[in-house]
């Protein structure tokens, strides 16, 4: 067990690293972060940073011996690095984990291997597997590349042959996965953490609104019947259980209009639709992450409010922060980011009421006046 006072490193200096570092902090941890860039929102609260690329041998076998125990915030750290840094020193979650969760079609078969129902997929590789791709996902579907996609970024709806040729040249021709495009009616994710003991602590599930693909509002506890709820909570405890799981994931899931729950995709990391814990939870889904990679049983993940969790954009900029504040109700965090850039996550609120309906309605109208460029 690591207990308050040892060094926990966290590869990656973005915003999840920054509330890494910050929970870690509070707990009595100190903190190393590696980034290759100087100006990280994390580098800015953490005890000690490396500025350096993440396959970096100098800089890894630096932050092998300054910490106890290493963590990451997105998952495209490559392989070897974990690898590498593993065969130093504890590293959670696992370099398998993580690039299980960075190949969508792996991740896809480990999911249906554990009892998840994935939407119909197939592997396109090159042109002559878009037959074959077809008969099993039908049209409408999505096409998206196996790796590197994020916030709807890598991946196309495609209605026909003729536009699934357009999608594949696109997106570059590299390996993509083909997936039938499911009538959704509600999108939601559940949170859990796990230790090397095998012991869990699991989230309600929280209902996600995107916009423009990126996700806009986690509304949380999301607005499903109870069994569903439950079955979503169960398959995501299994699919970590299954993987010997150490660290702190999200499972994404669609209920579809028939009623389905369908896996979409897991985070090995914090999630943007956990940033609620930060306020309504009795364990913020980063002290989870420190509890875990240290050893220790996991927090309590029960839900003390209602809330709903909106992100601030770069495209909100400038912000009236008077009257975003003048809610009482409503918890302002911040990333540190200089610049506001369109579809940038420069910070969220979490808005908490004594019912969800109320915390809709109430973090709704914020939202639509704080941004100054609407006047
Ligand atoms: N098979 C699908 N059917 C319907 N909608 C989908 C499907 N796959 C993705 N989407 C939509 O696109 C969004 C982003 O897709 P996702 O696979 O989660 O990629 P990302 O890595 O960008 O989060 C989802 O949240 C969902 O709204
Ligand atoms: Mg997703």
Same mark, same amino acid.
């Given at each position: !067990? ?16 920054? !509330? ?272 875990? !990679? ?51 996550? !420069? ?29």
């Amino acid at each position: !067990m690591l207990l308050p006072g040892s060094t926990l490193g966290v590869l990656g200096g973005g915003q999840l690293g920054r !509330m890494f570092c910050m929970a870690a902090r509070n707990m009595g941890y100190r903190t190393v972060v590696l980034d290759p860039d100087s100006n990280s929102p994390a580098a800015e609260v953490a005890d000690r940073q490396i500025i350096a690329d993440y396959t970096d041998e100098t800089a890894l076998i630096e932050m092998a011996e300054l910490c106890d125990a290493i963590t990451i915030e997105f998952e495209n750290v490559p392989a070897e690095s974990l690898h590498f840094l593993a065969a130093r020193k504890p590293v959670h979650p696992s370099a398998e984990a993580v690039a299980l969760a960075r190949h969508r079609i792996q991740e896809k078969d480990y999911a249906k291997q554990a009892g998840l129902t994935p939407a119909a997929y197939s592997l396109v590789g090159r042109p002559s597997d878009f037959d074959a791709a077809v008969a099993v996902t039908g049209f409408p579907a999505i096409l998206k590349t196996t790796t590197l996609g994020y916030d709807g970024k890598g991946q196309q709806v495609v209605d026909d042959l003729t536009q699934l040729e357009e999608a594949f040249k696109e997106l570059g021709q590299v390996e993509c996965v083909l997936e039938r495009k499911m009538d959704l009616a509600v999108e939601i994710s559940v949170l859990l953490a796990r230790n090397s003991q095998g012991e869990v602590a699991c989230y309600p599930p929280a209902e996600n609104e995107h916009r423009n693909s990126i996700l806009h509002q986690s509304i949380v506890p999301a607005r499903v019947n109870s069994d569903l709820a439950e079955k979503a909570k169960a398959q995501a405890i299994c699919l970590a259980g299954a993987l010997q799981y150490v660290g702190i994931m999200a499972v994404e899931f669609f209920i579809t209009t028939e009623g389905q729950l369908v896996f979409n995709e897991m985070a090995p990391r914090p999630h943007n639709s956990g940033h609620y814990t930060m306020d309504a939870a009795v364990t913020t889904q980063f002290e989870q992450q420190v509890r875990v !990679m240290c050893g220790l049983p996991p927090g309590s993940a029960r839900l003390m409010s209602p809330v709903v969790m909106i992100n601030l954009l770069g495209n909100l900029w400038p912000v009236d922060w008077a009257k975003c504040l003048s809610n009482p109700a409503l918890k302002l965090h911040l990333y540190g980011k200089s610049e506001a850039r369109q579809g940038r996550k !420069m910070g969220h609120f979490n808005l908490l009421a004594d019912n969800v309906d109320v915390a809709i309605t109430a973090a709704d109208q914020i939202f639509q006046k704080i941004s100054l460029l609407s006047r």
